[in-house]
């Protein structure tokens, strides 16, 4: 009994102790990467030949990046949809109802 009489205090002090630690590194943190990179505003503003090729760059790195996450989607789908239809296959086998391609099999064909 006496390892849970001492649990709500030491819990409740321990997130209190916790959160504080946790705010005051999330401060610290910002403010280091504000300080650190450049700021968007700025570089909007400037007419430097620098800041127009940052510029760029940035807005072709964000195309690549959707290009291939564009990519990478429709490859997922391409592979739910081949899933979808070999369970459709097992299931149309499972519940006696015979497969399309079985069906034109079984068909008489004409000479």
Known sequence: MSNRDGFAGGFFAGALVGGLVGG???VLVSRRTEESAPSEERLRSSS???AKAIRA???QIKEETIEVAR???EDKI???NDAIDDVRLQLN???GTPAASEIERSLP???
């Open 24 to 26: 005051v590194l999330g």
């Open 48 to 50: 430097r030949p620098e």
């Open 57 to 59: 760059r940035t807005r």
């Open 71 to 73: 990519r990478s989607l």
């Open 78 to 80: 391409a592979q739910l």
């Open 93 to 95: 086998n499972v519940n």
């Open 109 to 111: 064909k004409d000479s």
